[in-house]
């Protein structure tokens, strides 16, 4: 038998083309003829290969062709950028988030090192109390200047007191008693008041009321002489809203008018013992009067409020007559008799005033 | 019926997959992709290398998994996505040393393998080896005679069906031709086989 006759018959078997006795003869012969079932077994075993490499092949390519598709959607899902940026993100997320951490608690730190945290605690008071600072700078540049000509001539060494701190006061009493804030007064070495005139006297603290913010003075100095009344008297009452009013006080070396209205009968942060006035102040307008048109003093410039405008505080009269009675006797010299004639209230406006400078100094705190 | 099989369960399990492996399914394949790709594809992206770099070694993977479902018997001693990524990283730490990178990959190449994927990479190389050969070997034999080996080994065309096709006389001419065109075949692939 040829070859490739026996590899057509084998075929046809291998199809299963071959009837049952056919096939059966096929086996009987490649029984009969091993040399001829060698043949068999190999091109059985090669087409196998055949075959399996053409399912191989066609997954392959299937495989590469779905794998394109798969790209291609998820390409078009996130559009080019969008996945360069995703495939981006998910390399450098844990880098991002690192960094991340590490800026907060640095920023946090420093803010902390810094006292950042205590500073904003201070900065959220927003009180002002209107102590003048007297130009310190100015001064204190006089005094280098003095000292470095004192070095040439060594001999004359005059000290000149340096004043820190300037602001109002008025009289309560035609024998010398007088009030002003306590935050004026308080730490000072010693205490001047001046008059319209230029005089100067030294007063001494005789009570102070740090809650009222209030320090009575009394002035001890040989050369004052008692006056002899005091044109105005304190308001027991609180006053009505609307009510006018005006000061006067020393924001500067010369004395200052200041008009205005009772706005609130509380102070800073619903404080009672205030009232809220709207007269425009500055740093050395504490412990100024306020008086009411028939010239009553009504309360006491204490404060004001940063950023806000027309908004100062007056501690009330009364406040200022209850600290009055809690003096311990042992200290003062004779009692606080306050005066209980108004002598204003008929005077035109500018005439109170000229009336009232003689009863208001200006604080200096050395 | 074929519209309900068109659709697929979202979980499929690894038995059906293999067995839809097996027949050359193309919705299977593509749920592969859906399934099994993107952890293969953060692993690789996360170790110098690009997208396109992990689709070429997620299809190698694949047919690592191909050529052991098809050669032998077959059991699954551990989840497919596991197979998968195994070999996958076996396949991009190789293909990464061949490149010289070693300092990088600290934290995939640290790890004792998951699973001793090597053995069947390994019948995978030499299968790849042998079709490379079968094919090269259909290359070299060329037209008709490749299209008439597959018409009728493969496609299972009748020989009358192939007369007509390829325009021979008679049934007898072209299994003359196509006898001759085995053996050509056959020679064309055993010389290749022992050239290597």
Redesign the interface.
């Known amino acids: 038998m040829q070859r490739?006759k026996f590899?057509?018959w084998a075929?046809q078997y291998l199809?299963g083309e071959l009837h049952a006795e056919e096939a059966k003869a096929f086996l009987d012969f490649c029984e009969a003829h091993p040399e001829y079932a060698d043949i068999l077994e190999e091109h059985q075993s090669?087409?196998q290969?055949?075959?399996?490499?053409?399912?191989?092949?066609?997954?392959?390519a299937?495989?590469?062709?779905?794998?394109k598709?798969?790209?291609a959607v998820e390409v078009e899902e996130h559009s080019d950028f969008g996945?360069r940026v995703i495939?981006l993100w998910?390399?450098l997320q844990i880098n991002a988030g690192i960094a991340a951490a590490v800026a907060v608690i640095s920023v946090f730190t420093t803010l902390w090192l810094t006292g950042y945290f205590t500073e904003v605690k201070k900065a959220t008071s927003d009180y002002s109390a209107l102590r003048r600072e007297m130009n310190t700078v100015k001064r204190n540049v006089n005094a280098q200047n003095k000292a470095i000509e004192s070095i040439h001539n060594s001999d004359k060494t005059k000290s000149e007191p340096i004043s820190h701190f300037g602001a109002t006061g008025f009289l309560l009493t035609k024998d010398g008693y007088v009030v002003t804030n306590y935050h004026v007064v308080n730490g000072a070495d010693s205490i001047h008041l001046q008059n319209i005139k230029g005089k100067v006297f030294r007063a001494e603290v005789v009570h102070t009321d740090a809650t009222k913010d209030l320090a009575i003075l009394r002035i001890a100095d040989s050369s004052f002489k008692p006056l002899k009344y005091i044109p105005y008297t304190f308001k027991k009452q609180t006053s009505d809203l609307g009510e006018d009013v005006y000061t006067i006080g020393f924001p500067r070396d010369e004395a200052v008018y200041g008009q205005g209205y009772l706005s609130s009968n509380t102070g800073y942060a619903g404080d009672t013992i205030a009232y809220q006035i709207s007269i425009p102040v500055n740093p050395g307008n504490s412990g100024g009067p306020v008086l009411d048109a028939q010239g009553n003093v009504v309360g006491i410039i204490s404060g004001k409020q940063k950023g806000l405008d027309g908004a100062a505080f007056a501690i009330k009269s009364k406040e200022l007559l209850e600290t009055l009675n809690n003096i311990p006797e042992e200290s003062l010299k004779g009692n606080i008799v306050l005066n209980n004639k108004n002598s204003l209230h008929k005077l035109p406006r500018t005439e109170q005033i000229k009336k009232l400078q003689d009863y208001i100094f200006i604080v200096k705190i050395f | 019926m074929s519209k309900i099989r068109n659709i697929l369960p979202t979980e499929v399990s690894d038995e059906v997959i293999i067995e839809g492996?097996m027949r050359?399914d193309?919705r299977i394949?593509?749920k592969m992709?859906?399934l099994f790709?993107p952890s293969v594809a953060?692993m690789i992206?996360?170790n110098s290398g690009t997208?396109?770099e992990a689709?070429d070694i997620?299809?190698e993977a694949?047919?690592v998994l191909?050529?052991k479902i098809?050669h032998q018997n077959f059991e699954l001693n551990c989840k497919l996505n596991t197979f998968l990524y195994a070999v996958s990283r076996r396949l991009w730490l190789k293909q990464l040393s061949r490149r010289g990178h070693t300092s990088n990959t600290t934290d995939i190449s640290d790890f004792e393998d998951i699973l001793k994927v090597e053995d069947d990479i390994q019948q995978h190389q030499e299968?790849e080896n042998?079709?490379e050969q079968?094919?090269e070997a259909m290359n070299q034999l060329g037209e008709p005679c490749k299209t008439l080996?597959?018409d009728?080994?493969?496609c299972?065309l009748s020989m009358q069906d192939i007369t007509e096709k390829f325009g021979y006389t008679n049934s007898d001419n072209a299994?003359?031709q196509k006898?001759k065109c085995?053996q050509r075949l056959?020679k064309i692939?055993f010389t290749l086989k022992t050239k290597e």
Request: charged residues 30%; hydrophobic residues 40%; aromatic residues 18%.
């Open positions: 490739h590899i057509e075929d199809r090669f087409l290969d055949m075959k399996a490499f053409e399912a191989r092949r066609a997954f392959k299937n495989l590469i062709e779905k794998g598709q798969h790209i996945a495939s998910s390399k | 492996l050359g193309s394949i593509s992709y859906k790709f953060y992206t996360n997208q396109e689709r997620f299809q694949v047919m191909y050529d098809t299968l042998k079709f079968m094919e080996l597959q009728f080994y493969i299972n299994k003359t006898y085995l056959k692939f």
